[in-house]
Each structure stands twice: as C-alpha cells, then as structure tokens.
C-alpha cells in the first residue's frame, strides 16, 4: 500500500542552519505531497505542497521539490529560527481516482528543535 | 481566515464509556476526515465522509466507531465503548471539491482523549 518514510528525529540545530528533512513515498499512481508543522501544543498545519512531479512548493522559507524519479520530497530551509521549533510531517494524497476518499498517508513525523 | 473547530480540546472518560468528538468545519467544504494520533506515533486516517456518507474508511475504524454530520455544522465522531487503546489526539479535517479532486486538508487543534 501507500506510504510516507521520514528521517528518524530529532533533529537539532543552532539558529541560522540549514534544515534538511528526508521524505521519501511509495504511491500507486501520481500522489500530490504535503508536509505539515505541529507546533507544541497545536493541531496540523499546512507548510506546503506539491501536486505534480518537478513542483516546487515553498511557504515561510521553506521548499520541497517534487522528484518523482527519486520518490522524495525533501524540506529544505536555508536559515532556520528558533520559532521553527516544531513537529514535521511528510504526507501523500492519492489522485481521486485511486482514492476516492482523498486521505493523507503521513510520514512517522521528523521533530525539529533549534537552539538560540 | 476560517478555522476548523474541535470542541472539547480535552476528553477524559472511563473505559467502557461512550464519547462524541465534536468538529465544524469550514463552512463551505464537502470533504471530512477523522485522523488520529496516538502519543508519540504518526497520524493515522480513520475515516472520510462526503454527501452524507462514509466514503472510506481504514482498518482502525470498526463498529465501534461511527461518524454522522447531524446538521449543516457539525461533524461528529462516536466511540461507543472505549478501550484504553483508544488514547490518542483525534483531529479533524475538512476540504472542498476544485475541478472535482479534493483540494488541501485544513485540520482542527485536536480533541485529546483520555481512556482510563
């Protein structure tokens, strides 16, 4: 079946680092690509997304290109902040016609925490 | 900006119980989803609704659970007897329809449940 692999967390950085979170998927068909931030004590936001291969999404200085010969898409951040601090989550959504319900499959989530 | 609501944000019970999580969605979107995530695990899909129906529904979601949308607001999950298994943040989500696919999942802050 479908399905979202992150990198193992946490990941911990000093402010103005470069961020690089790993996902990579296992999709029937041409998936549109989410990732979403957890803040502490908040529910799921949308950071960005992707619907077809060589998309880039971007939002808030983050970007991830949408590879389907590699089945990624990595996030990237040039300089992060300490209000980065936050649970990610690479996530799937299969096209309607393989998936008539429209759900997203989520990566296991990749927490971030950066340090002044 | 439109929100999707959850009310409440905490839910202690005793097992054996039943609950009802509540959920408004944005106003004029067709799709809803129920997810969940237990402490520390990824966000697991339960279910989605469309037109008055369940139009999928995964592993997780047994007889036990049942979602309605008793009036042009409201979403809302059931649990009919809960197992301490059962403990988890419950989220919501609501889309609409674009050019007949589903556009992007906006998610409520979560209703913590806590099965004793």
């Known amino acids: 079946g479908d399905s979202v692999t992150q990198m193992e967390g946490p990941v911990t950085l000093s402010e103005e680092a470069f961020l690089t979170i790993n996902c990579t998927y296992t999709a029937t068909g041409y998936p549109s690509l989410f990732w979403y931030v957890q803040y502490p004590g908040e529910g799921l936001q949308l950071l960005l997304k992707a619907t077809k291969a060589d998309d880039k999404g971007s939002n808030k200085g983050f970007e991830a290109t949408y590879r389907k010969e590699t089945t990624s898409f990595h996030l990237e951040k040039g300089s992060v902040q300490v209000s980065d601090s936050a649970v990610y989550f690479c996530?799937?959504?299969?096209?309607?016609?393989?998936?008539?319900?429209?759900?997203?499959?989520f990566g296991q989530g990749t927490e971030l925490s950066v340090k002044p | 900006e439109p929100e999707v609501t959850q009310t409440p944000s905490h839910q202690v019970t005793q097992m054996g119980q039943e609950v009802i999580l509540r959920c408004v969605p944005i106003?004029?979107?067709?799709?809803f989803y129920w997810y969940r995530q237990i402490l520390g695990q990824k966000v697991e899909f339960l279910v989605s609704f469309y037109n008055n129906e369940i139009s999928e529904k995964s592993e997780i979601f047994d007889d036990q659970f049942s979602v309605e949308r008793p009036d042009g607001s409201n979403f809302t999950l059931k649990i009919r007897s809960t197992k301490l298994e059962d403990s988890a943040m419950y989220f919501c989500a609501s889309t609409e329809e674009l050019a007949g696919v589903q556009d992007t999942q906006y998610f409520g802050p979560g209703t913590r449940l806590t099965v004793l």
């Open positions: 106003s004029n979107h067709l799709y």
């Open positions: 996530a799937l959504s299969a096209p309607s016609f393989y998936n008539q319900g429209g759900k997203l499959i």
